[in-house]
């Protein structure tokens, strides 16, 4: 269910991102002008976080949360030097509570001591929710598409916290896009792993 | 483009909510296997009788199901299970592991350090490669140890008969709450 759903969540994405994209190119395209975009040290963004798919660990279900993501710009001018591109590095820090652990695991509510000093769960529940705390270090490569548009991947890594145990994830992967309110001021969107966000970017 | 922009963000907020109505976690089932592993702590509760509860590679982790649960815990802190009538619990290799069963209970606990149950009347208990040992009937039951191969105070092994049968020590080493079988 969670998969199918998924996929018509990244094919709807791709389409209407493409759509939008292929539009405003014809209009503003300031991708062949390599520098030519705003002149920032450091993007700001704080965001709303959803998590669709099973978070790394023992969390399950569907995330909602906040979170922030604070980018150093490390090269104004990015690996192709031929295109419109820059390099950052970013950190962040983002809260998601789940609705529960994958499986069949429940908490315990009750316990009575048995012989020998063992305590003897004797009433469990369900776990009506999971919080997950990430804080994900990614390189981001952007894409300044058009003035009004701009594109990024985030490969990289993330730290988190659950079930009160600071975990190590390697593997975290971002693609997302800013539409661009004023030249600092964008709205900022990432589809990925582990969670979305939608957030407001200030190109600092 | 705005319009475009709103759409696009609408979409995933829809698609997101109805992925949030749609929670399908994994439930224990009687009959049915029913496995916890790895993190931290975990406990299963399983309404019905005929459950299959399972722990393993887990700090603390337990089950709490009613009659003829088959339950199983190995490579864990600390164990529990809490059952019903006509229940098989079997614990090894972990530190420590305790179960509160009812009538005909059939406890298996070895290679750890501390073994504990309270089990009713009927049962049957096997231990061996333990520290500790302690055992509470409610009515007969039959105890074996193996390594060390008698159930005693002198080898950090107890029996107390809770109920009215009297404790038994066997011609082949066990102890019973009761006759010997």
């Known amino acids: 269910m969670s998969r199918t759903v998924w996929r018509v969540v990244l094919a709807l994405s791709v389409v209407l ?18 520098g030519a975009h705003a002149n920032y040290v450091f993007e700001a963004e704080p965001h709303l976080d959803v998590g669709l798919l099973d978070p790394p660990g023992f969390g399950g279900g569907t995330g909602w949360g906040v979170g922030f993501r604070g980018t150093v710009q490390l ?8 295109l419109n591109n820059s ?38 529940s369900s776990i009506d929710h999971v919080n997950y705390f990430y804080l994900p270090v990614v390189l981001q490569w952007n894409f300044w598409l058009h003035r009004k548009w701009s594109v990024f991947g985030e490969p990289g890594m993330a730290f988190y916290f659950q079930d009160g145990q600071l975990e190590f994830t390697p593997f975290v992967l971002y693609a997302g896009g800013r539409y661009h309110i004023t030249d600092r ?15 407001v970017s200030f190109l600092l | 483009m705005r319009r475009l922009f709103s759409a696009l963000s609408l979409s995933l907020v829809l698609v997101s909510l109805a992925l949030s109505g749609c929670n399908d976690h994994d439930t ?12 931290h702590d975990c406990y299963i509760g399983c309404e019905g009788d005929g459950c299959s509860p399972r722990c393993f590679q887990m700090e603390h982790c337990g089950a709490v199901c009613e009659d003829d649960c088959n339950s199983q815990c190995f490579d864990v802190q600390e164990c529990s299970t809490s059952c019903g009538d006509d229940c098989d619990v079997s614990c090894h290799n972990a530190v420590a592991c305790g179960a509160i069963c009812g009538d005909r209970c059939n406890f298996d606990c070895h290679d750890m350090d501390r073994c504990g149950v309270h089990a009713g009347n009927g049962s049957e208990i096997n231990v061996h490669n333990y520290s500790r040992t302690e055992i509470e009937c409610t009515g007969t039951c039959h105890v074996r140890s193996a390594a060390p191969d008698a159930c005693d105070d002198q080898h950090g092994c107890s029996v107390k008969c809770l109920g009215s049968a009297a404790l038994t020590m066997c011609g082949d080493g066990s102890v019973a709450c009761g006759a010997c079988p």
Do not use: H
């Open chain 1, 87 to 124: 390099v950052g590095l970013g950190f962040g820090i983002d809260y998601l509570r789940y609705d529960g652990w994958q499986g069949p695991r429940g908490a315990c509510r009750e316990f009575t001591p048995g012989p020998a000093g063992v305590p003897i769960c004797v009433r469990t």
């Open chain 2, 28 to 39: 224990c089932d009687p009959g049915r296997p029913c496995d916890c592993s790895g993190g």
């Open chain 1, 185 to 199: 001021i964008t709205l900022t969107m990432r589809i990925g792993y582990p969670t979305f966000s939608l957030g």
């Open chain 1, 75 to 82: 090269l104004k001018n990015g690996f192709i030097s031929k």
């Open chain 1, 17 to 34: 991102g493409s759509w939008s994209i292929c539009g405003s190119a014809q209009a503003q395209s300031t991708i062949k002008q390599p």
